[in-house]
């Protein structure tokens, strides 16, 4: 899953809430209209107060699908993370082994030059 990768089911929640924000937008602006009666303007309110809560409702489950895919990728980074310091260990071995190689010899050759020494 790479991070620019929507579900259907997403796409679809994006575009009922910009639907829902545009619808919002003129409501808005219907209301303004000082031609409106009483009765009008009362429905157009409660038309924009359930609209409003059918907005929250769409991002509070925008926002629980994003979490979900968060906790997705952070479990695969987790997992990613988790194959490269086992493998930065793998290749940490040889050089370490070389180097107790190294130091090892390098005792042998002084010892060595102490015995042709005497």
Known sequence: MSINDSSPKTETKNQT??????TLIKIDEQRLDPELNKKEKELLELSALALRNAERL????????????????????????????????????LP????????????IVKIITEVGRW
Request: net charge positive; glycine share 0%.
């Open 17 to 22: 809430l910009k639907e829902i924000q545009e």
């Open 58 to 93: 769409t991002i509070a489950s925008l926002q629980t699908e994003s979490y979900k895919e968060m906790e997705e990728l952070t479990s695969e980074l987790n997992r990613l993370s988790k194959q490269i310091r086992s493998r930065v260990t793998r290749m940490n071995k």
């Open 96 to 107: 370490h082994t070389l180097d107790k190689i190294e130091t090892l010899l390098k005792s």
